[in-house]
């Protein structure tokens, strides 16, 4: 006997094992199997098919996180940002990568290998032949040097 493989709801008590037979487990505990009819089968198949399509469309349009009051607030936060705001947040941004191309080459390079590509102080040190101390200095220099010519 083959078992159709289908995913379930949690609360189907019923398997459909092909098309005679329908397997659930009773108030015992047993598993039972039991012979029905290709009328009877096909009204299970139908309800199942009904079970997946609404758990297919509850994953895809419904949020599956806490909504607490805090994520509320984020999300319309996130919404009414004006459009004078997301200007004045792209003109900084440029401003930084301006003033990180402005860098010597052995800090623009440990910047952009620390926060662009999230590598560790130990595996650029790594890479570079020197201590993760070092690394760090150069890139708290660098850091420096950035915030000293942005204007925020």
């Known amino acids: ?15 459909l094992v092909d098309n005679n037979h329908i397997s659930f487990t009773d108030s015992k505990g047993n598993n039972q199997l039991l012979k029905i009819s290709d009328e009877l089968y096909n009204a299970f198949n139908q309800f199942e098919l009904q079970d997946k399509k609404i758990m297919n469309e509850y994953d895809r349009h419904t949020e599956h996180i806490e909504q607490t009051d ?5 999300k319309v936060k996130i919404i009414n940002n ?6 004045i947040n792209k003109i900084f941004y440029e401003n930084i990568l301006n003033e990180i191309d402005k860098l010597p080459e052995i800090e623009k390079r440990r910047l952009k290998k620390y926060f662009f ?28 040097k950035i915030l000293k010519n942005i204007k925020y």
């Open 1 to 15: 006997m083959i078992k159709v493989k289908r995913r379930k709801d949690k609360y189907n008590p019923y398997t």
């Open 70 to 74: 805090e994520m509320l607030y984020k």
């Open 82 to 87: 004006s459009l004078e705001e997301m200007v």
């Open 117 to 144: 590509q999230n590598k560790t102080l130990k595996e650029i040190s790594i890479e570079e032949g020197c201590s993760p101390r070092a690394i760090k200095y150069s890139i708290d220099g660098g850091l420096k």
